[in-house]
Each structure stands twice: as C-alpha cells, then as structure tokens.
C-alpha cells in the first residue's frame, strides 16, 4: 500500500474494502485469551468516520466500538479485555488496510506457581553460605512457549538511595521450571523471603550477631587494617562509637523483623559497623564494611595534613603536630562533625603571650567534633 508508511500491510477481500477479525488463541492451541492492551494501525482514510471497529470480549459480548476520528493512518486502541476485534462497513473512497498489530495478554491468563509469596528459603549450604535450590514455575493458560523473568535480590536503606539489586534474567518453557540458587554477600547467616511474588528480599534469622568470637575476630581485623598507624587499635573505638560493635540490628525491614544492616540516623546515608558512606557490599559484608573504613580514615589523615600544613603556614613558628594529634584530627574529619575551614578542627592555633604560636583543643569552635574524638578514643578495645 504506497499510502502506508509501515507497508506492507494487511487487507481484507475485496481488497482494501473487505472486513477483517482478529481473535487472540494461545499459541499451539485453541483456547481463547483475552488481552490487557491491543492496538493497531488502520488507513488511510479519506474521510472522517467512515469506517467501524467492534470489540468483543471472551464471551463474545461488545465491550467497544470504535470509528476512525480523523484522516491518514488512525492509531487504535481497544478496551482491556479484548478478545477479538472487527473493522468493517467502510465507506471510504479507496478503502483500507491494518498494520502495526501489539497487544499483551491478560496477566490473569498468566501467573507464577512457585515460589509462593511468603516461601522462605535460609541459606543452609555450604557451611551457611548458599541457599537451597529456587524452583521457578509459571501456571495458567498463558504459560506457553518461552517466558521471560527478572527476579530482583533488592535492598535499600530506609531513605531510598538506589542501591543496586542483584538482577536475574532467564527463560522458561511453558510450565517447566528452571532453578536456582543464592550465595551470600558474605553477611551473617541469612535468608531470602518472597516479598511479593517474583521479587526476593535478604533477611538474617542467625542469632545475635555480634557473639564473643565474632567481636575478638572483629578487633583482630581492625587493628590489622591500621597496624602501622599511632594508635593501632585505634579503628575499634570507631566501631565501637559508630555502631557498639555491630553490623546488623533487629528491627523490621520490608515488614520482616529480622536482623538488617545498621543504618545511620538519617535513614542510612551511612551504614554498618563503621558507618561507612552506604553501598550494597558496605550493607552486608563486614569485611568489605571494615576495609572501607581503613580506606576512608587513611583519606581523612591525608586530609588533616593538608589543614595542619595550612594552619601552620598561616602562623609562622607554629609545630607541626604530631602523629597521634594528627590522628585526632582525622578522627573529627570522620565522623558526624566534621567541617570545613581552619577554625573548625580538633586543634587551632592561638597566640602565646611572648607572640608565638601554639596548638589548643578546639572547644570552642567544634566542640561536638572534639567531643565525638575523645570518646572514640575513650572506646579504644
């Protein structure tokens, strides 16, 4: 049809004048279905109104009705529940012609069989690190051919910051299932709960986490992971200011009292045991959580050396700090307190009697950042 941009096109008989019917059927068999949007091209029209559309549902009862409302090619679109359409009875001078034909089956027509909502799966293999098998199956009439699913591991903070889920795309054939299985992030001891079918949500049922075992072994890293520094168990007293020593709390969380990854007052900016800056291996993995610290505090140090060398360079004579006062700067960099200019720092320059200069703790301009460093330090395991 050199009228239709999109031809080839389909037309009835006589051509470009005969009726046409659409019925929707299940692939490879003859059971009527019904759908939740269908649309298609008809035209081109010369004149307005001169041809009818008629919309049946399952029972073949008109649920719609439809004429072309303007000239060219006219987008349709029919009523959910279609079942099968007819465009007929034109009265136009050259006829005409249907393209571009979508439509998506009723979701009743389609549904999930397993998992169910609310099936719980603990992670159970492999020494508490990987789950059962997930059997994923589809039901109904609709369940034919292949069928595509996208099931989403998801979590985020109480204030929604977008934290990447882990997304799984896969096939299926009609009703036969295809299974899986979940490792952990490397958390404690967790499970997965079908929050609404087919979407996953990680939750912890271990005991509480922090254990006498646990909290040896949680001093134990961090006092690796800063083993050069002045005061090497330094870390220890963050983790024990930021979060007493925890990286998960009971609480309720997508409407499941479990324990979940402690979140920073502001709805989880930060998070876990050293209220790291939040992402998804912060939320759930200590190691990764503990690592990021050690990264984060050996940045704030480097931070406080460029004020310090500021401070001094502003008042000539001023010492230079020393490594354990540097650190207490470093720690008011990294907590809730932290602010910028020179006056704002654990320690400030001040004037002596005999005109030079000298470092005071910086009451009076933070007192909170001073405070929050002095019992961090006060926490020192």
């Not at 369940?143 to 910051?161: K, V």
């Not at 939040?278 to 990764?288: D, E, Q, Y």
């Amino acid at each position: 049809d050199g009228a239709n941009p999109t031809s080839p096109v389909l037309s009835g008989t006589p051509r470009f004048f005969g009726p046409i019917t659409a019925t929707l059927f299940n692939p490879g068999e003859d059971e009527p279905v019904s759908a939740s949007a269908l649309s298609f091209d008809a035209g081109y029209f010369d004149q307005v109104g001169s041809t009818q559309i008629t919309y049946l549902d399952i029972n073949n009862r008109q649920i719609g009705s439809a004429q072309n409302g303007g000239t060219g090619i006219v987008r349709f679109t029919a009523p959910e529940g279609t079942h099968s359409f007819t465009i007929s009875g034109t009265t136009d001078d050259v006829g005409f012609a249907i393209d571009n034909l979508s439509y998506t089956l009723d979701a009743a027509d389609l549904s999930i069989a397993s998992p169910a909502e609310g099936d719980q799966f603990s992670l159970n293999q492999q020494n508490h690190t990987r789950s059962s098998d997930l059997s994923f199956s589809a039901e109904g009439s609709g369940a034919q051919g292949e069928l595509s699913w996208t099931i989403s591991l998801e979590y985020d903070t109480d204030r929604p910051r977008g934290l990447e889920g882990l997304e799984t795309a896969f096939t299926t054939k009609g009703t036969d299932p295809k299974s899986f299985y979940y490792d952990s992030r490397g958390a404690a001891r967790k499970s997965l709960w079908v929050r609404r079918t087919p979407r996953l949500v990680p939750w912890n049922t271990s005991m509480p986490w922090v254990t006498r075992s646990r909290r040896a072994r949680i001093t134990a890293r961090l006092t690796r992971l800063y083993a050069n520094g002045p005061t090497p168990n330094l870390l220890t007293g963050i983790a024990d200011k930021e979060s007493t020593y925890r990286q998960f709390s009971s609480r309720t969380k997508y409407e499941v009292q479990a324990l979940w990854p402690v979140e920073s007052y502001d709805g989880g900016s930060h998070i876990g045991l050293m209220q790291t800056p939040t992402s998804v291996s912060h939320a759930w993995n200590w190691l990764s959580n503990t690592q990021g610290a050690a990264d984060l505090f050996a940045e704030k140090t480097r931070i406080a050396l460029v004020l310090e060398r500021r401070i001094i360079n502003s008042h000539p004579g001023l010492r230079a700090l020393t490594i354990a006062e540097r650190e207490n700067m470093a720690l008011v960099l990294y907590g809730p307190y932290a602010a910028a200019g020179l006056q704002n720092q654990y320690y400030r320059a001040v004037q002596n009697p005999d005109g030079s200069y000298g470092w005071v703790v910086n009451t009076a301009n933070n007192p909170a950042g001073v405070a929050y460093a002095n019992d961090v330090r006060s926490r020192v395991r």
